[in-house]
T-cell receptor, first 112, second 113 residues
Framework: EDQVTQSPEALRLQEGESSSLNCSYTVSGLRGLFWYRQDPGKGPEFLFTLYSAGEEKEKERLKATLTKKESFLHITAPKPEDSATYLCAVLSSNYNTDKLIFGTGTRLQVFP | DTGVSQDPRHKITKRGQNVTFRCDPISEHNRLYWYRQTLGQGPEFLTYFQNEAQLEKSRLLSDRFSAERPKGSFSTLEIQRTEQGDSAMYLC???????????FGPGTRLTVT
């Protein structure tokens, strides 16, 4: 069964303290891996799509990387406004379905 | 604003009542998805449409749930005879192609009392 596991569940960082979030996946082939940011009470906001191992994407203080088994979201010198829940989702290569399979997310808090 | 919109944003209903939610996707997106999210969990897939055709339904979508997308534009999700376990955030998303990122709306928060 396709599965996505994110770690840690929660992360507290001091402003400027860089760190990484992990997303491990088990799927019968991968068509795409997606990172989203979600603020409390709001819908997920799209950040990145990664399609193949070795691929990297960057946006401001965020950098996403992908291997054959996991993805990392690196946060460099975070600011308090980066506080949110970060969700990882996969699209399996089973072409009978186009649903995203989400992990439970990592709740990030950045303190000044 | 040209993003995905959902209405209402909040709905409180009594157990046993019927509720209907609406989603307007990004205008050029022909794929529309419904997900449900409970506290502390990631979104769970419910169903999706390509244009007006409903192509997949999750086992989570019991016979009390029905979704439509007439004319391939907006979509509605109806829950009949609501139960307390239906309390959740209902999210709508849209995309252009099947491998593309899905853009989410703000969600409808349902509370069943």
């Amino acid at each position: 069964e396709d599965q996505v596991t994110q770690s840690p569940e929660a992360l507290r960082l001091q402003e400027g303290e860089s760190s990484s979030l992990n997303c491990s996946y088990t799927v019968s082939g991968l068509r795409g891996l997606f990172w989203y940011r979600q603020d409390p009470g709001k819908g997920p906001e799209f950040l990145f799509t990664l399609y193949s191992a070795g691929e990297e994407k960057e946006k401001e203080r965020l950098k996403a990387t992908l291997t054959k088994k996991e993805s990392f979201l690196h946060i460099t010198a975070p600011k308090p406004e980066d506080s949110a829940t970060y969700l990882c989702a996969v699209l399996s290569s089973n072409y009978n379905t186009d649903k995203l399979i989400f992990g439970t997310g990592t709740r990030l808090q950045v303190f000044p | 604003d040209t993003g995905v919109s959902q209405d209402p944003r909040h709905k409180i209903t009594k157990r046993g009542q019927n509720v209907t939610f609406r989603c307007d996707p990004i205008s050029e997106h022909n794929r529309l998805y419904w997900y449900r999210q409970t506290l502390g969990q990631g979104p769970e897939f419910l169903t999706y449409f390509q244009n007006e055709a409903q192509l997949e339904k999750s086992r989570l979508l019991s016979d009390r749930f029905s979704a439509e997308r007439p004319k391939g534009s907006f979509s509605t999700l109806e829950i009949q005879r609501t139960e307390q376990g239906d309390s959740a955030m209902y999210l709508c998303a849209s995309s252009v192609n099947r491998e593309d990122e899905q853009y989410f709306g703000p969600g409808t928060r349902l509370t069943v009392t």
